[in-house]
């Protein structure tokens, strides 16, 4: 599986990105689906995941401004963010677990200025 994440870049805070991530390879259906950043100077965390059902999940700090979804027929998860802020600047990576492995993308950079 490879993945390819798009749709970083430089925004003011209160905008908004939409980005994109497409899995690639031969594989059946993809189970767990997440967007996961890192920030310089900080680990690596959870944004959110989507389950194959479409149940999703959050951390605190984006709920109510970002929403992840996904395309089953495509093969692409999406994070939807609005109202950016500063610190949401950071490297964001989409996440994909099938038969039971571990898949990262190479990465996007989300940049948000005051």
């Known amino acids: 599986v490879q993945l390819q994440a798009s749709g970083g870049g430089l925004v003011q805070a209160g905008g908004s990105l939409r980005l994109s991530c497409a899995a690639s390879?031969?594989?059946?259906?993809?189970?767990?689906m997440a967007w996961y950043r890192q920030a310089p100077g900080h680990e690596r965390e959870l944004v959110a995941f989507?389950?194959?059902?479409?149940?999703?999940t959050y951390a605190d700090p984006v709920k109510g401004r970002f929403t992840i979804s996904r395309n089953n027929a495509k093969n692409m998860v999406f994070l939807q963010m609005n109202s950016l802020k500063p610190e949401d600047t950071a490297v964001y990576y989409c996440?994909?677990?099938?038969?039971?492995?571990?898949?990262w993308g190479q990465g996007t950079q989300v940049t948000v200025s005051s």
């Open positions: 996440y994909v677990v099938y038969m039971a492995r571990s898949y």
């Open positions: 390879g031969s594989f059946g259906s993809i189970n767990t």
């Open positions: 989507i389950s194959a059902g479409s149940s999703t």
